[in-house]
């Protein structure tokens, strides 16, 4: 009686929940299944991996089940460059892209607004990439970044690059590509912000004395906040991980980043525990930097 | 010019009685479509100007030129004697009120009225903020965002956003087009108060009739990008000079006539309408030629009986039969058949003691003359009616 009572004063105070709530949560269970044998499991796995010790006189690859906590400073102490390298090359590829998208995203969502066909192709434009294989498009740029190409000559002619500089093979190759590779994760939630952003609030601004580029700041800029969020972050996680892009445009000594390490580890050296380690560091890691920035971004009320 | 007490601190800062503005020659057009059409028009400093005009009659394209929001195809704007024609929107000293008020969804009501303060980096933003809201009466919602205010405080809340920076010129777009009808006639009353309070110049765009003529001291009535007739509201109505500014502005009765004769030294013209001989003194006739429209408001005809004898002071119209009463509580409205002339709308006050004419009855229509208003023959009888299919 009294339970009931309670949850007739809870209901109260809230918008009634949607009728079918057991309907609704059967719905659930395949998503709930999914993710508990293809997400959990794997990350209990992975935490357990991370601890494992080596056979004392066994072969290369032969661990067992232990509690070895020395495995994370190890692991860490030989991989620290390799894992703020990756932090850096994402975060630098974060920056680019949004430098490079937020305007994409401005002409598709603002100025092409009313023209469906303009921008409708445009949006295509930007998915276009996504058509072709990663692998491809990435050995694509090597081939771009070569050292007898054009983008090396004109850098050159345009005394960038000294006559002997290249790109290949350096940090700079390695951001180019991520951020080419990740830039549609950044237009499209800025795209999707902005196609909702109401050009009378421009009006507005003008009208009380901002100057564009102030409008810009004050109004524009926070008002697709949440595209922002979203696209730095869709960016960021996925390119910290990439090894792709490092391994293949990168050399292998000053541009390694951790998901080479990993691979390299995991696949080559059969070192699980040392792989375990870092992935667990780099997904805690991001986590850690993730809801710090959410938080900071302060995008709750705006959505 | 505005008179108000000394002891009002608000109006001890208010720059005084704002700018004159001066549209001169201005037209817009947007690909084949003329909007505004070679537009002349001076509102002086200090006055409550309203622009009206049906919807898509260019006030709106005129006002958004005076904000700097449009740039003109040709003519000159000009504030306080100052060209403004090619100065960009921010930095004229002009605030508008927009329609759809564009508050910044993402700053609280503090935040937006205090938003033009910032941008030019005046002392004491938040007092002076809060000083605005308290004009509007909302200071106790500074902390609220846009969207949980009801439409009628966001529209006080534009209006703060405003009157804030003591403007040369105020702008007001339409901006009471989204309240209900109650909530309307008190913020008409409420921007008169705020208005005379600060002094600044308010130029009011709107196609509501009885707005522009509650609230304007000057009343501009616009038609297909061009200015039809400029006065104050009991000018306006009493002396309308085209046809459309009698069927916009109220009601008019207009039937054609020809001028046959001008009596009484020169005074009063002799029209016939239909076989019968009406006079309207020539000083209320703008018609050029002997083709005329004479009209009357339908507030200043008399229904008498048929056959009853009227004294030579009044004009009579016979052989009219009512086809319609409304009793409106006031005045009972009659749509009156008067055969060749078409139907013509009476208003009897209800003031007590006048039998109500049920539809059917044979009348007769009475007026002083000196009501009677004469316009160009050429002109459409019907321009300006409202067409129900045509207001938004």
Same mark, same amino acid.
């Given at each position: 009686m009294l339970r009931r009572s309670r949850a007739g004063?809870?209901?109260?105070?809230?918008?009634?929940?949607?009728?079918?709530?057991?309907?609704?949560?059967?719905?659930?269970?395949?998503?709930?299944? &999914?993710?508990? %044998?293809?997400?959990?499991?794997? *990350?209990?796995? #992975?935490?357990?991996?991370?601890? &494992?010790?080596?056979?004392?006189?066994?072969?290369l690859g032969q661990y067992t089940p232990a509690l070895r906590?020395?495995?994370?400073?190890?692991?860490?102490?030989? +991989?620290?460059?390799?894992?703020?390298?990756?932090?850096?090359?994402?975060?630098?590829?974060?920056?680019?892209?949004?430098?490079?998208?937020?305007?994409?995203? &401005?002409?598709?969502?603002?100025?092409?607004?009313?023209?469906?066909?303009?921008?409708?192709?445009?949006?295509?434009?930007? %998915?276009?990439?996504?058509?072709?294989?990663?692998?491809?498009?990435?050995?694509?740029?090597?081939?771009?970044?070569?050292?007898?190409?054009a983008v090396v000559g004109a850098l050159r002619w345009l005394h960038v690059l000294p006559p002997d500089g290249r790109v290949s093979a350096t940090s700079a190759a390695v951001v180019v590509g991520l951020?080419?590779?990740f830039l549609p994760f950044m237009v499209l939630p800025l795209f999707a912000a902005l196609e909702r952003l109401d050009p009378r609030l421009l009006e507005a601004g003008a009208d009380l004395y901002a100057a564009p580029a102030t409008t810009f700041r004050r109004v524009t800029l926070p008002l697709s906040m949440p595209g922002v969020v979203a696209g730095t972050l869709l960016t960021f996680i996925p390119?910290?991980?990439?090894?792709?892009?490092?391994? #293949? #445009?990168?050399?292998?000594?000053?541009?390694?980043?951790?998901?080479?390490?990993?691979?390299?580890?995991?696949?080559?050296?059969?070192? &699980?525990?040392?792989?375990?380690?870092?992935?667990? %560091?780099?997904?805690v890691t991001i986590l850690v930097l993730v809801t710090a920035y959410v938080r900071r971004a302060g995008t709750e009320d705006l959505v | 010019m505005t008179a108000v007490g000394t002891d009002d601190p608000t109006v001890e800062r208010a720059t005084a009685a704002g700018a004159a503005l001066e549209i001169e020659g201005v037209s817009r057009r947007f690909g084949d479509f003329l909007a505004v059409d070679d537009l002349t028009l001076a509102v002086a400093s200090g006055t409550f100007f309203a622009l009206l005009g049906p919807s898509g009659c260019g006030k709106t394209t005129t006002l958004r030129m005076v904000a700097g929001l449009e740039r003109p195809s040709a003519g000159t704007v000009r504030l306080a004697g100052?060209?403004?024609?090619?100065?960009?929107?921010?930095?004229?000293?002009?605030?508008?009120?927009?329609?759809?008020?564009?508050? +910044?969804?993402?700053?609280d009501v503090l935040e937006n009225v205090a938003f033009g303060?910032?941008?030019?980096?005046?002392?004491?933003?938040?007092?002076?903020?809060?000083?605005?809201?308290?004009?509007?009466?909302?200071?106790?919602?500074?902390?609220?965002?846009?969207?949980q205010l009801s439409g009628g405080q966001q529209q006080r809340v534009a209006l703060a956003r405003a009157v804030v920076n003591r403007p040369a010129l105020l702008l007001l777009d339409e901006p009471l087009g989204a309240l209900d009808l109650k909530l309307r006639r008190r913020m008409q009353l409420e921007l008169k108060r705020i208005q005379a309070e600060v002094g600044i110049t308010f130029v009011h765009v709107t196609h509501d009739q009885e707005e522009a003529m509650t609230m304007a001291d000057t009343v501009a009535v616009m038609n297909r990008g061009r200015i039809e007739q400029v006065g104050a509201p009991a000018d306006l109505y009493?002396? @309308?000079?085209?046809?459309?500014?009698?069927?916009?502005?109220?009601?008019?009765?207009?039937?054609?006539?020809?001028?046959v004769e001008v009596l009484d030294g020169g005074r009063v013209l002799g029209v016939d309408v239909a076989g019968t001989r009406l006079r309207v003194p020539a000083a209320r006739s *703008?018609?050029?030629?002997?083709?005329?429209?004479?009209?009357?408001?339908?507030?200043?005809?008399?229904?008498?009986?048929?056959?009853?004898?009227?004294?030579?002071?009044?004009?009579?119209?016979?052989?009219?039969?009512?086809?319609?009463?409304? $009793?409106?509580?006031?005045?009972?409205?009659?749509?009156?058949?008067?055969?060749? #002339?078409?139907? %013509?709308?009476? $208003?009897?006050?209800?003031?007590?003691?006048?039998?109500?004419?049920? @539809?059917?009855?044979?009348?007769?229509?009475?007026?002083?003359?000196?009501?009677?208003f004469a316009l160009d023959g050429d002109e459409e009888p019907a321009a300006g009616t409202v067409d129900l299919d045509d207001e938004p």
């Open positions: 004063t809870a209901l109260a105070g809230q918008p009634p929940a949607p009728a079918g709530g057991r309907g609704a949560r059967r719905l659930l269970v395949p998503g709930v299944l &999914y993710l508990g %044998v293809f997400f959990v499991l794997p *990350v209990g796995t #992975l935490l357990a991996t991370s601890l &494992y010790a080596p056979v004392p006189g066994g072969e906590w020395q495995n994370y400073p190890e692991a860490l102490g030989a +991989f620290w460059p390799q894992l703020v390298r990756s932090f850096a090359f994402a975060g630098a590829a974060t920056v680019v892209a949004l430098v490079v998208g937020y305007p994409m995203a &401005y002409v598709i969502a603002v100025r092409a607004r009313g023209r469906r066909t303009l921008q409708g192709l445009l949006v295509v434009l930007v %998915v276009a990439p996504f058509f072709t294989s990663f692998i491809l498009r990435t050995i694509a740029w090597k081939q771009i970044l070569a050292d007898g190409g951020t080419y590779s390119a910290v991980g990439d090894y792709v892009n490092s391994s #293949l #445009l990168g050399n292998s000594t000053t541009t390694v980043m951790i998901g080479q390490v990993v691979d390299a580890r995991f696949f080559r050296l059969l070192d &699980y525990p040392t792989a375990a380690v870092l992935s667990v %560091v780099l997904m | 100052q060209d403004v024609t090619g100065v960009p929107a921010h930095r004229r000293p002009v605030n508008t009120v927009f329609q759809s008020y564009a508050l +910044f969804p993402h700053l303060l910032r941008r030019r980096r005046t002392r004491d933003v938040r007092a002076r903020a809060l000083e605005a809201l308290e004009l509007v009466e909302l200071a106790h919602l500074a902390d609220r965002r846009p969207a009493e002396h @309308p000079r085209t046809a459309f500014v009698a069927n916009f502005l109220g009601q008019s009765n207009l039937v054609p006539g020809t001028v *703008v018609a050029a030629g002997p083709r005329v429209l004479v009209g009357v408001r339908p507030e200043k005809i008399r229904l008498v009986g048929a056959d009853e004898q009227v004294g030579t002071a009044h004009d009579v119209l016979r052989g009219g039969t009512v086809v319609d009463t409304s $009793f409106t509580g006031v005045s009972t409205q009659y749509q009156v058949d008067v055969g060749a #002339l078409g139907t %013509v709308g009476v $208003f009897a006050q209800n003031a007590g003691g006048t039998p109500v004419h049920p @539809p059917g009855t044979p009348v007769a229509l009475a007026w002083d003359p000196d009501f009677a």
